[in-house]
């Protein structure tokens, strides 16, 4: 169902052109995309071209194409695949009408016995699809889905070394084991400034002044050959400037000299890249494919997001406030920094044993 758009003194809006019996309508003036589809659906129902029931193969790729236009073309190729192994294979391309619940309860109590992550992300899929059908299609099941329960995980967890941040002494390791300049580089800005992968890889030498960093753009896209986009950030939040201490100064005035970067020049660069001027974005499998190998020479299992959670706990345990971090990380409030990214210490746990000791030794030793 094909939507187009047009620019007015108002703004965008969009249009939708239909054809019902060999003869042409046409209905303009909506706000988005999303508001046009709807619209032509509600009118081919109405019309009586639309009364065939969907196929549940039909249903999620007309879901996929309407969310598709939300969100980056990676995260939509990692959503294909998603829909394509857990629902599409799983589940028998019926009407769907023809779908009960004991069917869909043994497709979902299936997939929540596998050993796979977000188990309550493909649930969200098959509810979307559903969601969808319902507002394009004139077809209400939800009331079936719905039943379906979100998974639980009511086993016992072994704790130990379940870590998600860096201490300071693991990435001082980490720094060591790293010899190419280029990377060491990138682990300081990472940990230090506690960047998003897609933040670092969309700096500049223009977002850079000689004393502060300024973060108001990202790439997207995991490839560096020409699939990459460079967009804004996803909220106001995460526009932030650091003031950058004098070692890391030094460390990106050395390592623009000694590349020749230019003004519009990624300070991560593209390596590969036959153009000298550095204008390609280094590409995501590479930062990951080299802290792949810093992981298995010093055996500390991090990605690049634990350098994230590393600094907002070292910055914790030094007395910053929550506030102050969540800000500084680019949070939209302290509360997403607490509870998800500032994690107990060791240092807090001796601290709290010898509080104990000290208090209560003497009474019960």
């Not at 007015?8 to 054809?19: M, P």
């Not at 829909?83 to 069917?103: H, I, Q």
């Not at 020409?226 to 650091?242: D, N």
Request: one cysteine or more; charged letters at 30%; glycine letters at 8%.
């Amino acid at each position: 169902m094909p939507v187009y758009s047009y620019v007015t003194a108002r703004g965008r809006r969009w249009l939708f052109k239909v054809s019902v019996r060999n003869r042409q309508y046409l209905r303009r003036g909506f706000r988005s995309r999303d508001e046009a589809r709807k619209a032509e659906a509600s009118f081919l129902l109405a019309s009586g071209k639309e009364r065939r029931m969907p196929l549940l193969s039909e249903a999620a790729e007309g879901w996929l194409r309407t969310h598709g236009s939300q969100i980056k073309g990676s995260t939509l190729y990692s959503l294909r695949g998603k829909v394509r192994n857990y629902v599409l294979s799983r589940l028998p391309d019926l009407p769907l009408d023809r779908y009960a619940y004991p069917m869909l309860l043994s497709w979902w109590e299936k997939v929540c016995a596998e050993r796979i992550q977000k188990k309550n992300y493909v649930l969200g899929i098959l509810k979307g699809i559903f969601s969808f059908a319902r507002d394009f299609y004139g077809v209400d099941c939800m009331s079936v889905v719905n039943r379906l329960l979100p998974y639980k995980d009511f086993s016992i967890r072994d704790v130990r070394g379940g870590r998600r941040y860096l201490s300071a002494d693991e990435f001082r390791r980490i720094y060591a084991a790293e010899e190419d300049p280029y990377f060491r580089l990138y682990l300081l800005v990472s940990f230090f400034m506690g960047m998003r992968i897609s933040e670092v890889r969309g700096l500049q030498v223009k977002c850079y002044d000689g004393e502060r960093l300024y973060v108001f753009q990202q790439v997207q896209g995991k490839s560096g050959k020409g699939t990459w986009e460079l967009t804004s950030l996803k909220t106001r939040s995460s526009s932030r400037v650091y003031l950058l201490p004098p070692f890391l100064r030094k460390a990106i005035d050395a390592h623009v000299e000694a590349c020749s970067l230019g003004k519009e020049s990624f300070i991560f660069f593209g390596r590969s890249v036959r153009d000298r001027r550095h204008l390609e974005p280094v590409s995501e499998n590479t930062l990951a494919r080299e802290l792949r190998r810093l992981s298995a020479a010093t055996g500390i299992p991090f990605t690049s997001h634990s350098f994230r959670h590393g600094e907002a706990t070292l910055l914790e345990s030094e007395g910053v406030s929550v506030e102050e971090i969540g800000r500084y990380l680019g949070h939209s409030s302290g509360e997403v920094t607490r509870r998800h990214y500032i994690h107990e210490t060791e240092k807090a746990r001796e601290r709290i044993a010898g509080l104990l000791e000290e208090e209560f030794g003497k009474d019960f030793g």
